[in-house]
């Protein structure tokens, strides 16, 4: 499945920007470069990130894979000084082999991470890093109510064959398919915990990622009656406080793996 399929929203990615960057920085933080020649943010989405990049290895040419041309244009804009192609994450090959591939919060949307990750290592250049993070959310309300309903209403038809964020594989396999082909692998998880405001803030937080995909396919007649029964579906798993925040406890598995 590629990103393309759905039109994102960068306004609506970056409505919870602080939230979604910290795992970005934490990442980040953990690459083990002094310095890069060619770095590359696979899945850049609206550029929040790459910037980022740019100034951790000022000297590298930074180049933004994404397949949506909104996040694109947005991204353009974000990093003027960084080069943004149109990419598919399962068949992209760099000109020149990136001493750094960076993904954040993006292969989770594409499956065969089995075969999909050796390839990645094998595009890197010698001693070259490959740093993801990728959400682990696919057991939680949050992304499993989103099949439920789907699968229900007046919209299951429209919505049967829909794409939608894949499991991760058990953090074990990962290892397992890594660690033969690297010198240095670090794997851990984090669950962050977001406080957000709002009426139904975790909607909300759900229409910027794994949602678009199901309001995307549905005829503007259905967006608002989906949304309302996936907000009710949600309620009782993440309940309004008394101060009027919502809490939404997000898992992210990390890896950071260099040849």
């Known amino acids: 499945m590629a990103i393309a399929s759905s039109t994102w929203d960068p306004a609506q990615y970056l409505r919870f920007g602080n939230e979604r960057l910290r795992p970005a ?21 609206p550029g ?15 180049l933004g894979i994404d397949g949506s041309p ?10 003027p000084d960084c080069r943004f192609e149109m990419g598919d994450f399962n068949i ?20 065969d991470h089995d075969i999909l990750f050796p390839h990645l290592l094998s ?4 001693d070259g890093v ?9 057991d939680a309300p949050l992304r499993a109510l989103q099949n439920e309903v789907a699968a229900t209403g007046p919209w299951a038809s429209i919505l049967k064959d829909t794409g939608f964020a894949r499991g991760l594989l058990p953090t074990g396999t990962y290892y ?3 660690k033969p082909r690297t010198q240095h692998l670090d794997i851990w998880e984090t669950t962050f915990l977001h406080v957000l405001t709002g009426e139904n803030a975790v909607t909300q937080w759900a229409e910027g990622s794994s949602l678009r995909p199901f309001l995307d396919a549905l005829p503007s007649e259905l967006k608002q009656p989906f949304r309302d029964a996936y907000s009710e579906a949600l309620r009782p798993h993440y309940p309004r406080r ?6 939404l406890p997000f898992k992210r598995l990390f890896m950071v793996a260099r040849v």
């Open 25 to 45: 920085l934490d990442l980040l933080a953990q690459i083990p470069l002094e310095a890069a020649a060619h770095v590359v943010d696979l899945g850049c989405g």
């Open 48 to 62: 929040n990130v790459t910037p980022l990049l740019k100034h951790r290895f000022p000297g590298a040419d930074v």
């Open 70 to 79: 909104d996040m694109l244009a947005k991204a353009r804009i974000a990093a």
């Open 92 to 111: 992209w090959v760099p000109e020149a082999k990136p001493d750094l591939i960076y993904s954040n919060a993006a292969l989770h949307w594409v499956t």
């Open 123 to 126: 595009l890197l250049a010698p």
């Open 130 to 138: 490959l740093a993801i993070q990728m959400p682990s959310m696919h």
């Open 176 to 178: 397992d398919v890594l």
């Open 242 to 247: 008394a101060d009027g925040t919502t809490l």
